[in-house]
Structure formats: structure tokens, C-alpha cells
């Protein structure tokens, strides 16, 4: 595939704020992501939103070059986001609560801001300029460390009251692990990449590294690994299932981490998918095309419409 | 609640073809629906869609006056419909495949004919008329013999691939009954009327008309009714938990023959749907407001439009 491009415009900043990452890049004026930069999210435990909201500016002052001004800046966060209000509504793992991070950065940078939710914003991405071109109703759909959906409907982006997508909470088997969110065998306890090496440590596998080497040990034969793979790609199958008998997508599209594994995830899951669907059409399921970098185009798409729009 | 009106426009005939029931009313100048006439649905093992179309049309006979000419047909149709084709793609239980009920209709009465899925006019009906007015992203779940649900995103009815809204054949529990199917534990052998009947009588209760004995028997103190209720009550709030967790609707309306139970259904359904959306924001609950009726509505509404559009 060409590098994607998003055609000329105003350079903007993008900003995609991660739980542990936050990745920068500018997209300069022919619409090219330039290098992407990476720093340690910035964190306070007392003002958790305006230590980002700092660090960002101190991105901005770094990134910025006498012959190409930004001209607005895109940042996507995670957990619940009111997107039109650009408020970060709570981030269990970053710690705010209603923080109003487009109010806050447009004060301290004087430049327009676009707030978005993070796996919102690469399914937008995804969809403007990778695997779900072209397609009206779309699912894409982020495995990583957790599990959640972006879902694109009539060619939009949709939230409904906000958490719509929240795959990684629909429960597959009330018998399983208990999740955070206090209920048992919610999706992100048997299919994320921290369930994979939970699943295979259980069965008296060896100490891993992550799920990348649980799936390269079950390839190599080892029979624990071969079975805490196939569990989680199960528990998956069963959960795209779930979101095609309720949502029915055209296309499913996966990304993050997991879906490096290429067609070792993606061909057990489109099997369990396809036996869910039983009666039903059944999706298209292909993997991502923006990889890693789906995020910080989601925020360059963005920022750049933000300046479209005004 | 005044009797429902959908203004002034032309008289069309509003068909909503059952399992077993067809019903047939004309809604009126006034936009005021008449009587609801009810026959066996007509059946033909050798051309199922045909013996339909044949039924339909002796209705419109019968049910024409020399005063007001009926000038369109809205029929509903159960299974997997394209509304857009006014196809029949498939019905388990009537046996057509790929039947063109508009055009076959449309040949024999001359008149410009609507062909729309049963719960998804329900929903129309509800959301024009009834529970879901004004609100733009909804859900009308319909819960009876079977379980499916009408999904309103935007303000309009959404279909997706075709077959969005099966929620009765979401997984809520692997370890439950075998479905019709193939898979276990769909919602449609958890809470559907019959399975309610089904638990009970696995309780070693007495044998019952329906579901609704089995709730007055749970009212009147038998623990094994009490036991098949609840049962039935927490698998449809996980049901529509799942429906939160990925749609997000701001409002649920509960319709079909077992949201005749009302708050014996709602209470412990919303408290069910509450536990499951942790963290979430969770969707308001609220009973059906047109009754049987709702897809009778809901197939004059759209031979309404029908005509509206031509």
C-alpha cells in the first residue's frame, strides 16, 4: 500500500494520549504525517487533565518550524469523551473527571482543538484512509491491552449516549474471570493480550513477555500456548458475533497490538465469527491497514476538519 | 394516552403478517386506524410468499369501501426482509426465500405497495407515535414467542447488513439450552415466553397456559415461578445490557406480548440492565406505548410514506 495522504491543507498537530505513550506527529501541508514523536504520558495525581494539557503545549513548542505554522491541534484520549463538548468525562486509568482538555488547550496554545475519543478516532482514520473506505456501516475494532469498538454508521462516526462500542464489557461467559468492571467473563478477561498470557500462565505455561509469545510458542507446538490462543480467538470470534447480530456491519476491520498476528488472529476469528452468525449475513473481516499510527491519523483528520468546519 | 393519529393523508391499507396471525386494518383520511381483522396467516408448502400475496389481496377486497379508496398497502413481513428491494429474503417459520412480495403485490392489487420487517415497523410505529418520539438513537425490543429488537440511530431505522436487531440469538450464556439455531444459550431459550414456560415446567412446576400464568403464579407466592421469572428477567437485562454496551440508544422501549406483564417485567429487567452497564451510561427503560397494534402501525406508516415518495 502508498503511504496514506489526506490531501492539502493546514499543517495541525496531532496528539494521541495513551496510557502509558503519548505520540505526536505533525501532518504538513501536502497532508504527509511526518515522524511520529513518543514521551511518557504525562501524569498528576492532582490535576491529572492539565498535565496533559502542558505536555501537549510543550509538544507543540517542539514540533513547531518558522516555515510551517500549525494551524490547530487534534488530540484524542481515551475512556468516556463528550466529543462536541471536547471534555474528557473520566479516564479510569489516566485519572480525570469531566475535564474540559479543548477549552484548556485552546487557552494556553491560542489554536483550535479537536478532542476525540482514541479508538473513535482510528476507526476514523480507518475509515477516511484505510481498510473501511468506501463502506457505510463499519466496525473497527481495537485489540489490545483492552478491547473496544469504533463504529461507523451511514458513514459516520457514531457514539449513541457516548459508550457505544464498549465491546470489551459485553459479557461472553458468565463463568469467567471477573473484569474490573465487576462483572465475569466480559470480553477484555479471555481475548486481550494481558488475558492471552494470563489464559497460558494458568495452564502451567512458561513465563512470557506478552501475547506475541504466547502465539509464537503455540506455533512452535507448544500445546498450552496452542490452547490459550485458541480460547482467546474463540472468545473473540463470539464477541464480533455478538456485534454483528445486534449492529451487523458490512465490515468488521481489526487493529491494535493483537493484530500483528496477521492471519493467526484473524483466521480462527473469522471461523467463530461466521459459526455465531449461524442464519445471519456474516461480515467481512480484515485487518487494519494504519497499524500503530491509526490513532495520530484519527487526531490529524480531526484537527484539520476542525479548521474545515469553523 | 389519546389514541394515536397520523394526520391527514391518504386511506391505506396497513397488513402485519404473524406466525400465525395475519391483521389487517385501514387507516382512515384522518390518519385514525379502524378495526383490526385478524385471519390464520394463509400458508402453502409449494409458493408460501404467493399464498400471502393471494390473502392480502382478498383483504383489500373485503376491507375496500366505494367512499375511501385505499391508495397504497403496507405489509410486514417476519424474517430476513430488504425493505429497499421489498424482498422476503428468507422466513424459518413461513418457509419463503427470495420472494418479491412488492412487485408480486404491487402486479395483482395495482396499487404502490411497502414492504418492511415486522419489528422494525414496530419500532417505526414506536418511534413516530409511541414510547421512542423525539428520541433520536433508540432501541424497540420486542419480546414474545421470539425476541428481536428495531434499532433507531439518528432518527432513522437501521438495518445494516440486513439482519441488525437479533438480539434473541446474542449469546448470553454458552452453557445454556440448544437454540434453533445451533448455538446455546441464546437469549430467544432464556427469555423468550416459551422458554419461561419451558424453565418452569424443568422446576417441575404445574403445567401452564403461558408465560403470563407462570407470572401470576410467581405473584401468587409458587417458588418455582418466582425462580423461572427471574431467571427469564436477568438473562433480557444482560440482553439488553449487551445492546447498551454496543449501541448505546438512550432509550429502550420494551414492547411484544410479554411487556404486558409491566413493571413485573420492567423492575427487574432495569435492575439487571443497570448491573451490566457499569461504568456505562445506562439507557432509560420504558414499556411499549401502541400494544399489539405497533406493527399494524408501523406498515400504515409506511404505506403513508409510501405514497409520499413517489
Same mark, same amino acid.
Given at each position: 500500500m502508498a503511504a496514506p495522504e489526506l490531501g492539502t491543507g493546514p499543517a495541525v498537530l496531532a496528539v494521541d494520549v495513551g496510557g502509558t505513550q503519548l505520540k505526536a506527529a505533525v501532518l504538513d501541508g501536502a497532508g504527509r504525517l511526518g515522524g511520529v514523536v513518543r514521551r511518557p504520558t504525562p501524569r498528576s495525581a492532582e490535576d491529572p487533565g492539565d498535565a496533559i494539557v502542558v505536555g501537549v503545549a510543550a509538544l507543540l513548542d517542539e514540533l513547531q518550524r518558522p516555515d510551517q505554522r500549525i494551524g490547530a491541534i487534534g488530540l484524542t484520549i481515551p475512556g468516556v469523551v463528550d466529543e462536541a463538548a471536547g471534555i474528557? @468525562?473520566? $479516564? &479510569?486509568?489516566?485519572g480525570w473527571r469531566d475535564f474540559g482538555f479543548r477549552d484548556a488547550l485552546a487557552a494556553r496554545t491560542e489554536l483550535p482543538i479537536a478532542v476525540a475519543h482514541d479508538v473513535r478516532a482510528a476507526g476514523t482514520a480507518e475509515a477516511r484512509l484505510g481498510a &473501511? @473506505?468506501? +463502506? &457505510?456501516d463499519a466496525a473497527i475494532v481495537v485489540v489490545g491491552t483492552g478491547i473496544a469498538a469504533a463504529l461507523r454508521i451511514d458513514g459516520h462516526s457514531y457514539a449513541g449516549n457516548g459508550s &457505544?462500542?464498549?465491546? =470489551?464489557?459485553? +459479557?461472553? #461467559?458468565? $463463568?469467567g474471570p471477573r473484569c474490573a468492571c465487576g462483572k465475569h467473563g466480559c470480553l477484555e478477561t479471555l481475548a486481550a493480550a494481558p488475558a492471552i498470557v494470563r489464559t497460558y500462565q494458568e495452564l502451567g505455561g512458561e513465563l512470557v513477555s506478552g501475547a506475541a509469545e504466547v502465539l509464537a510458542r503455540a506455533q512452535g507446538g507448544d500445546q498450552r500456548a496452542v490452547h490459550a490462543w485458541s480460547s482467546a480467538t474463540s472468545a473473540l470470534g463470539a464477541g464480533l458475533g455478538a456485534l454483528s447480530a445486534l449492529v451487523a456491519p458490512e465490515l468488521i476491520v481489526l487493529g491494535g497490538g493483537l493484530a500483528e498476528a496477521g492471519d493467526a488472529l484473524l483466521g480462527p476469528v473469522r471461523a467463530a465469527l461466521s459459526d455465531y452468525c449461524a442464519g445471519l449475513n456474516v461480515p467481512r473481516l480484515v485487518r487494519a491497514e494504519? =497499524?500503530? #499510527?491509526a490513532g495520530t491519523w484519527g487526531a490529524a483528520i480531526l484537527a484539520r476538519d476542525a479548521l474545515l468546519t469553523r
Open positions: 474528557g @468525562r473520566w $479516564s &479510569a486509568n489516566l &473501511a @473506505r468506501g +463502506v &457505510a &457505544a462500542g464498549e465491546l =470489551g464489557h459485553l +459479557v461472553i #461467559d458468565p $463463568s494504519l =497499524g500503530h #499510527d
